[in-house]
Nanobody, 117 residues
Framework: QLVESGGGSVQAGRSLSLSCAASGDTANCMAWFRQAPGKKREGVAAISRAGSTNYADSVRGRFVVSRDNDKNTLSLLMNNLKPEDTAMYYC????????????????WGQGTQVTVS
């Protein structure tokens, strides 16, 4: 089970941090995805159990993904937010080999809304 928290409404240029609490075994790969109204879901950032990361081009340099394997949590620090970052953000977990936002994830949270004005 994945439970996101930390969403909200912020002004452009501000920062916001999202968290995801996972239950069960620690996943090989955890990631953040987002979906804006009328758009396809897109990968934002992924991080392996070892700490290797990859980001979407649209957020690289602004967003930082991290995880705490002991606490089984995932975080996303979003800096310099833009209106186009407005979306529902989802936490996802992948237990098989490979870690990338372009791979398939089996476990998903319910999402948390981020609105940037």
């Amino acid at each position: 089970q994945l439970v996101e928290s930390g969403g909200g409404s912020v002004q452009a240029g501000r920062s916001l941090s999202l968290s995801c609490a996972a239950s069960g075994d620690t996943a090989n790969c955890m990631a953040w995805f987002r979906q804006a109204p009328g758009k396809k879901r897109e990968g934002v950032a992924a991080i392996s159990r070892a700490g290797s990361t990859n980001y979407a081009d649209s957020v690289r340099g602004r967003f930082v993904v991290s995880r705490d394997n002991d606490k089984n949590t995932l975080s996303l620090l979003m800096n310099n937010l833009k209106p186009e970052d407005t979306a529902m953000y989802y936490c996802a977990a992948r237990r098989v080999d490979g870690c990338s936002i372009f791979l398939t994830f089996a476990d998903w949270g319910q999402g948390t809304q981020v609105t940037v004005s």
